[in-house]
């Protein structure tokens, strides 16, 4: 089946889809993106990844390049499009074509830019049996929240997670608390059994699957504490886990090599999945193509 993107008002093939070389996406990261789970058909947490958009647009200043409405419509013919039943669909919008300066040009049209695939998410196996992370200093920019295109340190920390065999970079801030993955939030379970992940503010991106899971703990009645956390709590913790739109609830198993509690995905870990997954009204997709 051909892929398709979408590109300032046009379907295109995918290897077709592109924009003009002095795109400010391009020459200065200035642009801000987001991604949607499809699962089953269906989008998950979808408003809240719009909500999502409209405040990183605000916070610099960029104007939605069409009505929310109109995305969701964009979305979906994509989806279908490329007949994705579970994968993602990207969302990027820039602020535009204009000549290289440093200031933000005036009257220019912004960039939007939509992709989408079919994913697997995680490998029975990786379910099973959990995921590796490793720990790196945290090396961005002091607006974290935007979820901006700007990822060359998240880049570095992906790649030295696979030099070492691991799924994800926790890093980790100079007063050695964990802010979060490259790509995701980080969670630990306390031997009380409390679900502790660092609160919302200008250091974390503040995940969509990260609320939702907070709402779906607080409603089962599990203790739920946000609070920055150390590395070395991290160790001694009962469970791990990691938060995304593509992974859900994700548990993981080892930390810097070490197993974090009995080695194994923890209960309250695969509680939290099972629920999420239920919330968005679909299956596990783990196993389907």
Not at 131 to 136: E, M, N, P, R
Not at 166 to 178: C, I, K, L, S
């Amino acid at each position: 089946m051909p892929r398709f993107a979408y590109v300032n008002g046009r379907y295109l093939p995918h290897d077709d889809a592109a924009v003009h070389i002095e795109d400010r996406g391009f020459q200065f990261a200035d642009g801000v993106y987001e991604v949607v789970t499809i699962v089953g058909g269906r989008f998950a947490d979808l408003e809240g990844h719009l909500a999502r958009l409209d405040r990183s647009l605000r916070e610099l200043r960029m104007p939605w390049p069409v009505k929310p409405t109109s995305l969701r419509l964009i979305m979906r013919e994509l989806a279908a499009r490329n007949g994705v039943r579970d994968g993602m669909v990207y969302v990027q919008v820039t602020r535009g074509v204009a000549p290289r300066d440093f200031r933000f040009p005036a009257d220019t049209a912004p960039t939007l830019v939509l992709t989408c695939r079919r994913s697997r998410f995680q490998t029975a196996r990786q379910l099973a049996e959990g995921v590796s992370v490793i720990t790196i200093p945290d090396i961005r920019w002091l607006r974290r929240d935007i979820k901006t295109v700007g990822l060359l340190a998240q880049s570095l920390g992906k790649q030295k997670a696979a030099e070492a065999g691991a799924y994800e970079a926790w890093q980790v801030d100079p007063d050695g608390t964990v802010t979060e993955g490259c790509s995701s939030n980080a969670w630990i379970v306390t031997a009380e059994g409390t679900l502790v992940t660092r609160p919302a503010s200008n250091l974390i991106l503040n995940g969509i699957t990260r609320l939702s899971l907070l709402r779906i703990a607080r409603d089962l009645g599990i203790p739920v504490e946000e609070r920055p956390f150390t590395v070395a709590e991290a160790h001694a913790a009962r469970e791990a886990l990691m938060s995304s739109a593509g992974s859900f609830a994700l548990p993981v198993t080892r930390i810097d090599g070490k197993p974090v509690g009995e080695g194994r995905p923890g209960p309250l870990t695969l509680r939290l999945r099972a629920a999420y997954l239920a919330d968005v009204g679909a299956p596990d997709p783990v196993g389907r193509v």
